[in-house]
């Protein structure tokens, strides 16, 4: 499959050159040149398919020819064979929601499903074979520990992953920094999850930096995982065929919901995709205003939602700028120069005919848990609970589906002062409580990280 750059379309890459490099040259976000698109019949017959056969298809649709069927196929069966449910996600009704469990992987949360492909897509594709590779993460927490379960002890991988000191919830942090594997190295930020992404931005741009340390991401501007992440819209959506579904998402970077609008694309008939945030309503105020426009990282209930530099939604606004290359380049030049861009009436209305948005505060995050609780007897974790928040802007008795994100014990702290109930621990990580945690805490200064890298790597 061809890929092009949003801010370049002259570039041209295949998958194995975008999934190494993640970030495009010049800042770009790569994207297919062509997104397969389904006929009826065709959806009818994936309709049928087991959750790892749905996943070996359409993952199998944007890695072909650089990754053969029988390799992807051992791949993605090896990468879910430890999920704690055999069909990989789980689906429950409560009252009106449909609740997608997304949830029962190694790191108890929904960033596990598309890493545990990538990490073993590093080995598939020889990636690692010849020269040593240092993958560089910024996390707010989830991607972090997903990352760092599907790359520890890897041969020929190094991990460097970046959290906000003291802005992520303790058992994340438990999970990431109680690993022990000499290969991964946890850096702690004095600042906020847009400075850790900036920084790896940043390093992503040093080409004389990223070449000597043959650097590569799985940040979700990586558009592998975004690949991995359609599979479980079309699995949830055919548990409801011929029904008007909704899908409610909580959202952050905007890459899990632009899985959702890439499903769309390829002709899974989706009703909506309604974004949820909490305070830091970016993408609300995108949806809704027009107006793109960061502001400060206000910490929250739900960190991973922690965002206000939402980097896929450059991705969006390249088809709704009609993949006009140069349209993109001129917004993001806009965004560096006027820390602002807005969209006019036509985009907007474009948008909202596949998005809606809704913010959903603090306060609310915790009624939402402690009514859910009582309503259905079900603890829901802070970023799900802003997903049941949102979903009360579909006013019509369609289906509707919410994506749960994360395990609650992930987020014991606020589950418990919600609903003043104990979690059991989830097996997967009974064994990592009484580690001993390690990492270093760092400046927020680029040049300090770079030297970090370089001095481990000596
Ligand atoms: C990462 C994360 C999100 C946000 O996902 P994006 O792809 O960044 O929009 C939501 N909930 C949880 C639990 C997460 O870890």
Redesign the pocket.
């Known amino acids: 499959m061809e890929y092009l750059s949003t801010r370049n379309k002259k570039l041209s890459f295949n998958f194995k050159e975008i999934f190494l490099r993640g970030l495009a040259p010049e800042g770009g976000l790569f994207i297919p040149k062509n997104i397969k698109r389904y006929n009826k019949s065709e959806i009818q017959k994936l309709s049928k398919l087991s959750y790892t056969d749905l996943a070996i298809e359409i993952i199998f649709e944007f890695c072909n020819p650089e990754i053969n069927k029988n390799i992807l196929r051992n791949l993605i069966k090896k990468s879910y064979k430890d999920f704690n449910k055999k069909e990989v996600i789980d689906i429950k009704k409560l009252g009106n929601i449909n609740l997608i469990e997304l949830y029962h992987g190694p790191t108890l949360?929904?960033?596990d499903i598309a890493m545990q492909v990538l990490g073993n897509m590093y080995d598939e594709l020889n990636i690692s074979s010849s020269n040593k590779i240092n993958i560089v993460v910024a996390t707010?927490?989830?991607?972090g520990s997903a990352a760092i379960a599907a790359l520890n002890d890897r041969k020929n991988i190094n991990v460097f992953v970046l959290h906000p000191h003291n802005k992520i919830s303790k058992i994340q942090r438990k999970i990431m920094t109680t690993i022990g594997s000499s290969n991964v190295y946890n850096i702690a930020i004095k600042g906020t999850f847009d400075d850790c992404q900036k920084i790896v931005k940043e390093m992503f741009a040093d080409n004389t930096f990223r070449e000597k340390i043959n650097m590569s991401g799985v940040n979700?501007i990586n558009w592998a995982r975004i690949v991995c992440q359609i599979v479980y819209y079309f699995y949830s959506y055919f548990k409801f065929n011929n029904k008007k579904v909704n899908f409610v998402?909580?959202?952050?970077?905007?890459?899990?919901?632009f899985a959702g609008y890439v499903a769309k694309k390829m002709g899974l008939p989706i009703d909506k995709l309604i974004v949820a945030t909490n305070e830091n309503d970016i993408l609300e105020r995108v949806i809704n205003t027009g107006e793109y426009k960061p502001g400060k990282v206000k910490p929250s209930l739900?960190p991973?939602?922690d965002?206000q530099i939402?980097s896929?939604f450059e991705r969006l606004l390249f088809y709704v700028l009609n993949e006009d290359d140069k349209k993109v380049l001129r917004f993001m030049n806009d965004l560096k120069s006027k820390g602002s861009f807005s969209l006019n009436q036509e985009q907007i209305d474009i948008i909202k005919e596949d998005f809606s948005a809704k913010k959903i505060n603090d306060d609310e995050t915790v009624e939402i848990i402690k009514k859910f609780s009582n309503d259905y007897g079900f603890i829901i974790?802070p970023?799900?609970a802003t997903a049941v928040g949102a979903s009360k802007v579909i006013k019509d008795n369609s289906e509707i589906l919410v994506l749960g994100?994360?395990h609650p014990y992930?987020f014991l702290e606020t589950v418990k002062m919600a609903t003043s109930q104990e979690i059991e621990t989830p097996k997967q990580i009974e064994h990592l409580m009484d580690k001993k945690e390690k990492y270093d805490i760092l400046e927020n200064k680029t040049t300090d990280i770079k030297n970090y890298i370089l001095e481990k790597l000596s």
Not at 140 to 143: A, E, I, M, R, V
Not at 249 to 257: E, L, Q, R
């Open positions: 949360a929904f960033k707010s927490g989830d991607t979700s998402v909580p959202t952050g970077n905007f890459g899990d919901v739900s991973s939602m965002v939402s896929n974790d970023h799900t994100t994360a992930k």
